[in-house]
């Protein structure tokens, strides 16, 4: 009812207003997930090796700086008012970028020992992942079409690969598990997300 007695250009400055700050938090985000992407090569050395002692802390760590943190990074760079580029522009490298590095990350070692059949490993992923992609839409909450389609852009390149590697190696009680979590966590997360995007605008 507020916005009905705003001029468009008012509209506009405010949600340009709202855009730039999904952008900092999200900015933001991406360095802190480029850091943990390194350390994550050393907290999950120990699981991994658990699946598959030939595993190495060096074969583990340099596939994550380089796969995870340098593209974590420089999508914080990009996405800072230090490029020049709108902030339409910046928020969808954002929207579309962060489940991909989070995608071609869980190629390293773990999904790779899922597709050998060893689903059980996806017990001690599965909670980062849920992690990341809570923190990401709420922390970020550019506005409630952008965290809908981040969401989808997540299941489909993280967590339907995931299920599918569950069904083939006919883990069902862990596939029933993960997909229990998702249909709890997912609209939760978008309805903080929406809420925290409306007490912003």
Known sequence: MQNESLSLAE???IENHVL??????ASLLAYIFGICGALYGLTSLRFIQ??????TLWGNLWPRFLISSVPFVSMGYIISKKVQLSPKNRILIWVFGMPL???FSCFINVW???A??????VLYAHGINIFIITSS????????KLNFTQMIIFYLMIFLPIEFMLYRSENWLLMIATLGDLSMVFPV????????YKLRY
């Open 11 to 13: 509209v506009s400055e």
């Open 20 to 25: 730039e700050g999904a952008l900092e938090r």
């Open 50 to 55: 658990y699946f598959d002692s030939s595993v």
């Open 101 to 103: 590095i989070v995608m």
């Open 112 to 114: 790779e020992i899922m």
């Open 116 to 121: 050998r059949g060893s689903g059980d490993i």
């Open 137 to 144: 839409i709420m922390a970020v909450s550019a506005s409630p």
């Open 189 to 196: 997360v978008l309805l903080i997300g929406n809420a925290i």
